[in-house]
């Protein structure tokens, strides 16, 4: 099946259309999908029974990040190999060996310091402490939605370093 053509835009743009196509299903359904987990809708711990937050915002943290960064660097790249943007891409570099390091990276890093945070937390806390389950539904739709954001500018400002202005061609008669 062919890529639909992109139309002709500018990366500030490009990028703000695609964030705002990352945010809000995002921020929906990791909220929505958090707040249903909760059956009890009580308290959670953070690592203990079903109903932990780390059974939901570990994975969330390394995917989401993964995936939106791999997402947003194939659809940049697309686009600037369309035309789409009036910027070129260096030859030299490996786009799908590039896209595919910057995801692993972001999305095993962020989770790497989400899962010490939240063991620093855990130490930190009294034993038997418990969080609200709905009140941490709504930040794991916040965190994801901070992701959302964070992973859609990053990679791009990553891949900027390797992108410059399209040179014009005198068209000459």
Excluded: C, W
């Amino acid at each position: 099946m062919p890529e639909k053509p992109i139309q002709k835009t500018t990366l500030r743009r490009f990028v703000q259309k695609k964030l705002l196509q990352y945010i809000i299903p995002n921020i929906f359904f990791n909220t929505i999908i958090a707040y249903a987990s909760f059956a009890k809708l009580g308290y959670t711990h953070l690592f203990e029974g079903e109903q932990s937050m780390a059974r939901l915002t570990l994975p969330m943290s390394l995917f989401l990040p993964f995936i939106l960064s791999l997402d947003i660097l194939k659809k940049t790249i697309l686009a600037v190999e369309q035309g789409a943007l009036d910027l070129t891409i260096s030859d030299d570099l490996n786009k799908n060996k590039f896209a595919m390091q910057t995801a692993i990276i972001n999305g095993v890093g962020t989770l790497l310091i989400v899962l010490a945070v939240m063991l620093i937390a855990q130490v930190s806390l009294p034993s038997h402490y418990k969080f609200n389950g709905p009140i941490m539904a709504y930040l794991d739709g916040s965190l994801a939605a901070a992701y959302s954001i964070i992973f859609t500018y990053f990679p791009i400002r990553k891949l900027r370093k390797y992108m410059s202005k399209q040179a014009e061609v005198p068209v000459s008669a």
